[in-house]
């Protein structure tokens, strides 16, 4: 059972590039958060995604940041036009069920982005 | 929101060393995990401890909600045990799903 997958594990994007971050979760969790990773910082919560469904995007910047979870297929996290504040880190996680049934959070390697 | 304090910030440990590391939160939780960032950057998941004690090898965790503190032992540490570690709770109350993670312990094992 693979765990939650990520790609690319690494990105460099110049000034003003577009920067596309893909999230599969772990078989059978149709839940999936992003979270955000400046350096020497822990994890920021961004936004949380059910299948074709945005959750709760409070965390996420008001511009040039989006999130998606198409019926079929990965998570995008998609940065538009990008700065070199946003170089960080970027980590997927997926759950299989809303709190309540709740049994932690499985993250992915994380996609490192650098702006340049 | 709550508020997550790990303690120490740095720590320096003899190849060996067994080492405690603590984790205070502000509000109840229902949940708490403790992550080991590598020096790769790689999170790997240690404990699922909304509270008691689990062990996992050279491992373990006990957190007492009641008292809003958990503590991660490290026993016979080895250079392998080098990162970050971060302790991260879920706020109790209807439909709270954001993690809030402290700003970690950076361990160091040297030889």
């Known amino acids: 059972n693979a765990g939650v997958m990520q790609n690319p594990r690494h990105l460099v994007r110049r000034r003003g590039q577009e920067a596309r971050l893909r999230c599969s979760p772990m078989?059978?969790?149709?839940?999936v958060y992003w979270y955000r990773q400046l350096p020497e910082e822990g994890l920021k919560f961004m936004v949380y995604l059910q299948k074709e469904n945005i959750i709760d995007e409070s965390g996420m910047p008001k511009e040039r940041f989006s999130a998606e979870f198409p019926k079929e297929g990965p998570s995008i996290l998609r940065i538009q036009q990008v700065v070199r504040g946003d170089s960080a880190a970027y980590f997927c996680?997926?759950?299989?069920?809303?709190?309540?049934?709740?049994?932690?959070?499985?993250f992915g390697s994380g996609t490192r982005l650098t702006v340049v | 929101g709550i508020q997550v304090e790990q303690s120490p910030p740095d720590l320096i440990l003899q190849e060996g060393a067994n080492s405690t590391l603590r984790c205070n939160f502000s509000d109840s939780v229902n949940n708490l995990q403790w992550f080991h960032q590598n020096p790769w950057g790689q999170l790997i998941n240690l404990f699922y401890?909304?509270?008691g004690t689990k062990q996992n090898g050279r491992l373990s965790a006990t957190t007492v909600a009641t008292e809003r503190y958990s503590l991660l032992y490290i026993s016979s540490s080895q250079t392998t045990d080098s990162g970050v570690y971060f302790c991260?709770?879920?706020?109790?109350?209807?439909?709270?799903?954001?993690?809030?993670f402290g700003k970690g312990t950076k361990l160091s094992v040297i030889p």
């Open positions: 996680a997926s759950s299989p069920l809303t709190p309540g049934g709740y049994t932690g959070y499985t």
């Open positions: 991260a709770v879920l706020n109790s109350g209807a439909g709270s799903y954001q993690l809030t």
């Open positions: 078989k059978g969790h149709s839940h």
């Open positions: 401890i909304p509270s």
